[in-house]
């Protein structure tokens, strides 16, 4: 894989990695869509199909629609985990930052989300010079991050608490994910991309992410 540790596509699968982007995944798959917590099983890779994706492409579609007009009711979209995850592996692959490949993302009980990617960290170690505390100054090349933690929503904002942070299975602290996910997010509009320590601003009249195992409702 050329790893170390040393000492687009259509408008709609465009539109629909900007909502995972600024959503669960400004959260995970920064996407970003970024393991393992709860009691389900990640659908094998094997068995996600394009079909899958589509689905929520579709979805997302729809999200974006209900963005451009008001309801005096709330509007749930339900989005499924394997579609979630066939989606970021075949409509949306394409449209993931460069140096973020093969995410997936896991949704267990009590608002536990995981991910995990493999990341080109030296995207992110040439940025500045590091001291040597810097975790990031001694891991190299295109590793394995993964991440867990919960996801609390309401009122138009998602909170996060990250609770574990590993790369190549090495445990490392939570501020090197941060580092991550800002600098995956950064846009020209939003050039400091988002923080994962603060409360995150939900788009297109997101109003909450209800989570559940296997699945997110996005409610408008």
Known sequence: MGTRVIGLPSRGA????????????????????????GTGEIQPSNTLTPEDG???????????????????????????????????RFQGASQLPTGITTPTIRIGDAELVSAE?????????????????????????????TA??????????????IQSVTVADISVPVQVLYELVRYFTRTLDHPDGTRLDAP????????????????AVIVQ
Do not use: C, M
């Open 148 to 161: 867990s933690g919960t996801v609390r929503s309401g009122g138009g904002v998602a909170q996060l608490d």
């Open 14 to 37: 465009t539109a629909a990695v900007l909502v995972l982007r600024r959503t669960a995944a400004a959260g995970v798959v920064a996407g970003i869509a970024l393991a393992a917590s």
């Open 200 to 215: 995150i601003p939900l788009p297109y009249r997101i109003t909450e992410l209800q989570l559940s195992p296997g699945q």
């Open 117 to 145: 990617a493999i990341i080109d960290l030296d995207l992110i170690r040439q940025q500045r010079t590091r001291g040597w505390l810097d975790p990031l100054q001694y891991l190299a090349g295109r590793l394995r991050v």
């Open 54 to 88: 589509a689905r929520l492409e579709q979805k997302l579609s729809t999200v974006l629609g209900h963005a451009d007009t008001e309801s005096p009711e709330a509007r749930f979209t339900l989005l499924l985990e394997p579609e979630i995850n066939a989606f970021l």
